[in-house]
């Protein structure tokens, strides 16, 4: 047993369990792998550096890994390897602080801050664990990380075998090459930061438990799109068997592609959002000793796109070379050839004025989007099918989830002091 559960910083509500299965560093994992199959015979089989066994189970959201033994940290053979030197290294030293960490998972669960998995881009539990070991206390994290900058630093050990460019470094105390913080975005770090700031100065309970989002109504979606006076385009496909940690990069990947794709062609994109709705897993707890797998498979992805305007007039202004230039403006007016008026000068510079291939984003998106690089698991579910919807044909999309995740979109609130 690893993870939180072994060291008593199991927050209340959280039912995830961790079992490692180890193996000597000669042998195969698939012996560990066929135990776990064993032990769980209705579980479902995820992937991140290899394979392991996820299920739920009496109550409990289950992985079993598979991992080496190996006797120092150094010499893993896998990331998950480590992870018996962490419990071992925290459980040793929390003892006492044990109420500090579970403080602090509440508070930065309350953030939106808590979880290294990379739709989050936050703190993992073992993270908060060494901030409590570093700073003594719950109250010292928070005063302490509310003065944090980019760069920031903390190696328990002073043992770093490494330069790190991530915006928090905090030293693995079982590894010198390894950053535990490197997960962290910028933006987490200091929303958090920002959000002990505010603690401190007005201590509330709902720092810790804020109010749940409410999902929106057609009325509330529609007073929204409306009020704004911008666009929205959504786009939405099928997604596929892939754990988070794979998947999200990838979205985030076509999320800046499309809006590259926008921008290039004159449309000014506002804010964007990606999400994951609907996913099922292949078993549901429903009930002691009982599970059902009737799952409704994978789920949709959703990206979102805010636009200022989402149709732009034929005509399009675009400026080239110096007139000094000579050779580099004849090319320039050469390649130009649905010229509505120009060539000119201006400023020193060939202007000419030329009419737009596209002047609605929706149909850009449509024309472009299987020429995107998308990452190599989404290109083939976009070509599979895709649906794009515009303003107010998202009141269309009934599912909580997304209602919910417009609802934050629309808020877009943190606390910041």
Not at 256 to 265: D, F, H, K, P, V
Not at 319 to 328: F, K, M, Q, R, S
Not at 392 to 404: A, M, N, V, Y
Request: hydrophobic share 40%; charged share 25%; proline share 5%.
């Amino acid at each position: 047993m690893v993870g939180s559960a072994a060291r008593n910083t199991w927050l209340a509500g959280d039912h995830d369990l961790d079992v490692f299965i180890g193996v000597p560093d000669v042998a195969s994992l698939e012996d560990a792998l066929a135990l776990a199959r064993e032990v769980v015979p209705r579980h479902e089989e995820r992937y991140a550096e290899h394979a392991y066994v996820h299920a739920f189970f009496e109550g409990f959201e289950l992985d079993i890994v598979p991992c080496y033994l190996v006797e120092d940290a150094s010499c893993i053979l896998s990331a998950v390897d480590r992870t018996p030197f962490h419990c071992r290294y925290v459980s040793s030293r929390i003892g006492g602080l044990e109420g500090d960490v579970l403080l602090l998972k509440q508070f930065m669960k309350g953030a939106g801050v808590y979880g290294s998995e990379l739709r989050v881009g936050g703190f993992s539990g073992y993270l908060s664990e060494l901030l409590v070991i570093r700073y003594g206390s719950f109250l010292e994290v928070l005063k302490n990380a509310s003065l944090w900058r980019p760069g920031e630093t903390i190696d328990l050990k002073k043992h770093s075998a490494r330069t790190h460019e991530d915006p928090l470094v905090v030293v693995d105390p079982v590894d010198p090459k390894r950053n535990v913080a490197a997960a962290l975005t910028l933006d987490r770090m200091f929303q958090f930061a920002a959000v002990a700031r505010c603690f401190l100065k007005r201590p509330d309970i709902e720092f810790f438990f804020p109010s749940s989002i409410t999902p929106l109504t057609d009325e509330e979606l529609l007073g929204s799109i409306e009020c704004r006076g911008s666009s929205l385009i959504l786009v939405e496909f099928s997604a596929p068997p892939l754990v988070e940690d794979v998947l999200f990069p990838q979205m985030r990947k076509a999320e800046q592609s499309i809006r590259s794709l926008l921008e290039r062609n004159g449309f000014s994109v506002l804010r964007s959002d990606v999400d994951w709705h609907g996913r099922a897993s292949l078993m549901r707890y429903i009930g002691p000793g009982l599970e059902d797998d009737s799952g409704v498979g994978e789920g949709i992805l959703r990206m979102l796109f805010e636009l200022e305007v989402a149709t732009l007039p034929r005509v399009a202004k675009r400026a080239g070379p110096p007139l000094w230039e000579g050779d580099h403006v004849e090319r320039f007016v050469s390649h130009h050839s649905e010229i509505l008026s120009g060539p000119y000068v201006e400023e020193g510079r060939v202007v000419v004025e030329v009419e737009r291939k596209y002047t609605v984003a929706s149909e850009l998106i449509q024309s472009q989007i299987s020429n995107l690089a998308l990452g190599k698991h989404l290109n083939p579910q976009i070509k599979a099918g895709y649906k794009i919807r515009v303003d107010q044909e998202l009141l269309g999309i009934k599912d909580r989830e997304f209602r919910e995740f417009m609802a934050r979109y629309f808020s877009a609130w943190q606390n910041v002091c």
